[in-house]
């Protein structure tokens, strides 16, 4: 059963980047026919989709958030990151790694969630 | 503010049946995309509940069932429980963002 976990830095100080990773469990990122994402969720707010890849290498991200944000992946341990540079206090949010696939036709949805993990920027 | 909207909550007793709204527009819902739906119970990980606008996801009571229509899409909830209590979100997505999108999500609460 495939599962995916995030892990990285609790606690980032404002102006720092933030630095993610979502180690993928029981299946392949290399294997195909999904794409692997980032979102976040502020406290007591609703979910922001962040960006995500694909293994060919393509990449895409919110435009709200495009120019700070850096998805990659690193087959060799099958792993996928995030990179969110100059944080600032908004930026505080339980980080998900999700997988989303399509089934019968449908259009791409996030079947496979990470449990998350919290990050908060402050001095 | 999101290219989806929902309201931030509704609420009905247990056995009442309730609707969440998505309102979309042209360049999402209105262009053919599909909406699935998230349930996320409180303290937990959002979940999918339905995908292409009406399939549940293997597991997920008849109870619950979703519809589009033009710019919108409905989830509905019969019988509700006490245990259908939390946030749920639409998701599809937009060709003027390039990129996927959430509503802003829906508070349920069972009287």
């Known amino acids: 059963q495939v599962q995916l976990q995030e892990s990285g830095p609790g606690l980032v100080k404002p102006s720092q980047t933030l630095s993610l990773t979502c180690t993928v469990s029981?299946?392949?990122?290399?294997?195909?026919?999904?794409?692997w994402s980032w979102i976040r969720q502020p406290a007591g707010k609703g979910l922001e989709w962040i960006g995500r890849?694909?293994?060919?290498?393509?990449?895409n991200y919110n435009p709200s958030l495009k120019s700070r944000v850096t998805i990659s992946e690193d087959t060799s341990k099958n792993q996928f990151s995030l990179k969110l540079s100059s944080v600032i206090a908004a930026d505080t949010a339980v980080y998900y790694c999700?997988?989303?696939?399509?089934?019968?036709?449908?259009?791409?949805?996030?079947?496979?969630w990470g449990r998350g993990t919290l990050v908060t920027v402050s001095s | 503010q999101s290219a989806l909207t929902q309201p931030p909550s509704v609420s009905g007793a247990p056995g009442q049946r309730v609707t969440i709204s998505c309102t979309g527009s042209s360049s999402n819902i209105g262009a053919g995309y599909d909406v699935h739906w998230y349930q996320q119970l409180p303290g937990t990980v959002p979940k999918l509940l339905i995908y292409g606008n009406s399939n549940r996801l293997s597991g997920v009571p008849d109870r619950f069932s979703g519809s589009k229509s033009g710019t919108s899409a409905s989830l509905a909830i019969t019988g509700l429980q006490a245990e259908d209590e939390a946030d749920y979100y639409c998701q599809s997505y937009d060709s003027s963002l390039s990129g996927w999108v959430f509503g802003g999500g829906t508070k349920l609460t069972v009287l």
């Open positions: 890849m694909y293994i060919s290498g393509s990449t």
């Open positions: 999700a997988r989303s696939q399509r089934r019968g036709g449908y259009d791409w949805y996030f079947d496979l």
């Open positions: 029981g299946g392949s990122i290399s294997s195909g026919g999904y794409y």
